[in-house]
Antibody, heavy 120, light 104 residues
């Protein structure tokens, strides 16, 4: 049974970098055709895809966040990470790590989510 | 950016009844549309993809329809565990609708 679990600070100061890690169990992040990504949900419950990294390390970013975003993976730890620079209050929300496959943005597995607040 | 508009925003139904939710895309997404269910305090769960295909383990009372710009999710014989928020998502790119809350 595959599981994804997010970890990271629950509070980030404005202008600092928001960093989260997703630990994957029950599956390998290097499995061919698997993609690993991040989706966030705002306090008003809107969902937004942030970005993804493929099994081979290619990255795909939401254009609205591209300038501030880095997604990376550590195959030895079976983890992938998100770094969002220059955090603002509008980045507050629940962050989910997700899996999708074959390059399609169909999110078939989700982590439990982690709440991140951007506040001084 | 492709916009998705869900209607209604909320829907009151009784257990055992049928609920029909709508999702309209601002331009054609062919059949690249998925539906998710989210219960309070939980992550979204994939219900339907490719507009009409149920995901693994999803009961047959959930059915999806449509193509192009008009889509629907029908929940037949509503069970107590079906009261939740439902989101559509297009994956011609990646945007989500704003959700429909199905309540008792």
């Amino acid at each position: 049974q595959m599981q994804l679990k997010e970890s990271g600070p629950g509070l980030v100061k404005p202008s600092e970098t928001l960093s989260l890690t997703c630990s994957v169990s029950g599956a390998s992040i290097t499995t061919r055709d698997d993609y690993w990504g991040w989706v966030r949900q705002s306090p008003t419950k809107d969902l937004e895809w942030i970005g993804s990294i493929s099994y081979s390390g290619d990255t795909y970013y939401n254009p609205s966040l591209r300038a501030r975003l880095t997604i990376s993976a550590d195959a030895s730890r079976n983890q992938f990470s998100l770094r969002l620079a220059s955090a603002a209050a509008s980045d507050t929300g629940v962050y989910y790590c997700v899996r999708h496959r074959d390059g399609y943005y169909i999110f078939d597995s989700w982590g439990q989510g982690t709440l991140v607040a951007v506040s001084s | 950016e492709i916009m998705l508009t869900q209607s209604p925003a909320s829907l009151s139904v009784s257990p055992g009844e049928t609920a029909t939710l709508s999702c309209r895309a601002s331009e054609s997404v062919s059949k690249h549309l998925a539906w998710y269910q989210q219960k309070p305090g939980q992550s979204p769960r994939l219900l339907i993809y490719d507009a009409t295909t149920r995901a693994t383990g999803i009961p047959v009372r959930f059915s999806g329809g449509g193509s192009g710009t008009e889509f629907s999710l029908t929940i037949s014989s509503l069970q107590s565990e079906d009261f939740a928020v439902y989101y559509c998502q297009q994956y011609r790119t990646w945007t989500f609708g704003q959700g429909t809350k199905v309540e008792i």
